[in-house]
């Protein structure tokens, strides 16, 4: 019986010309591939998802390395100044048939001190025939003594429309078809993680028919209604205290509050961008009345109200069973005199 192999892992870019959403990053590295001008460390820092490792794969190919001699590292369960030191030791040795020996460490801040202590002898004088990546989510993390060690390139989140195009375009490599308004759904709940985005249109597909409909993968998510959204905001524009608390109440009986308080932010965030002449402005009856919000509530719909709601967010993430009591009173502490 054929094993399944997820939508992340089928669609993995394997060239430069098939990664999406890192323009940049392929203009930089492909050049100084080109130049051979190759740095014997790189440091690829960014979101969980956004491609990483994957182009630190195709990093290694593109310089003619073989799989013998592309090592990965996982410094998240190889993390002590043991498996470094091995490391140190294997690096001295050519490579098999490869012009290059490439060192792929993923997680690269979960190193303990030791073992980055360790690490940075080898990288402040590397063999000529060994190139390391480190790849990391969190390079405030690592030691600066690192840092300065390597070439940083830092990955860009994808824009929610980058992340719909591509799944509308796989969704049609398997056979289903996806609109653009279910992607842009999907995309919001990836977070900016092509892997995640990919997962969850995995979720998708397994329960839908061959036309991914709208409302079944809102159903399925969970995702709160834009119309109560748009009138949560408007109540909040208004000062309506009633309003605001009805309506909360009916979204968290429907969704997860603190999903839903991360859509309210979106959407404040959407009208925001609307009022300056950036957001694009859509024709439902929905994108009307924010349209009509940003317009009558300039002072309301500002970059303040985001700040706060940002401010205030881990409050719905002390306790689950109060997200609910803490989004409400969050929203009312902002509309009272």
């Known amino acids: 019986m054929k094993s399944h192999l997820a939508l992340y892992r089928k669609y993995r870019p394997e060239t430069f010309s098939d990664v999406v959403g890192q323009e940049h990053i392929v203009t930089l590295l492909t050049t100084s591939i080109k130049q051979k001008k190759i740095s014997h460390a790189y440091l690829f820092c960014g979101g969980r998802g956004t491609g990483k ?22 410094a998240a369960s190889n993390r002590g100044i043991d498996e470094i030191r091995a490391l140190r030791d294997a690096v001295r040795t050519s490579p098999f048939s490869s012009p290059y020996k490439v060192y792929i460490i993923d997680e690269a801040h979960m190193l303990t001190k030791e073992a980055a202590n ?3 002898k080898t990288l402040e004088e590397p063999p000529s025939h060994v190139i390391f990546i ?4 969190d390079p405030e993390k690592l030691p600066q003594t690192i840092v300065s060690r390597c070439q940083k390139i830092v990955f860009q989140n994808p824009s929610r429309e980058t992340l719909a195009l591509h799944l509308m375009n796989i969704a049609l490599e398997e056979g289903f078809k996806l609109d653009n308004k279910t992607a842009l759904t999907i995309a919001s709940h990836g977070k900016g ?6 997962g969850i249109l995995e979720q998708v597909i397994s329960t ?17 209604e834009k119309e109560a959204l748009i009138i949560l905001l408007g109540a909040v524009c208004t000062k309506n205290q009633k309003t605001v608390v009805e309506t909360i109440h009916v979204l968290s009986s429907k969704t997860d509050s603190l999903r839903a308080y991360d859509e309210f932010i979106e959407l404040v965030q959407q009208a925001l961008y609307i009022r300056i ?13 924010l349209i009509r919000l940003a317009s009558e509530y300039p002072r309301v719909i500002a970059s303040k109200l985001v700040l706060e709601l940002l ?10 069973s109060h997200a609910s009591l803490a989004f409400t009173a969050i929203l009312l502490s902002l509309i009272e005199d």
């Open 277 to 289: 002449g950036e957001g694009k402005k859509g024709d439902s009856k929905e994108d009307t009345e």
């Open 118 to 120: 360790a690490l940075l």
């Open 134 to 137: 480190l790849a990391t989510t």
């Open 193 to 198: 993680s092509f892997r995640d985005s990919l």
């Open 311 to 320: 401010s205030k967010r881990h409050l719905l993430e002390v306790s689950t």
């Open 208 to 224: 839908s028919g061959k036309t991914i409909v709208y409302e079944d993968v809102t159903h399925l998510l969970g995702t709160p």
């Open 53 to 74: 490792t994957t182009v630190a794969r195709i990093v290694a190919k593109d310089i003619g390395c073989n799989p013998e001699d592309i090592i990965e590292i996982d």
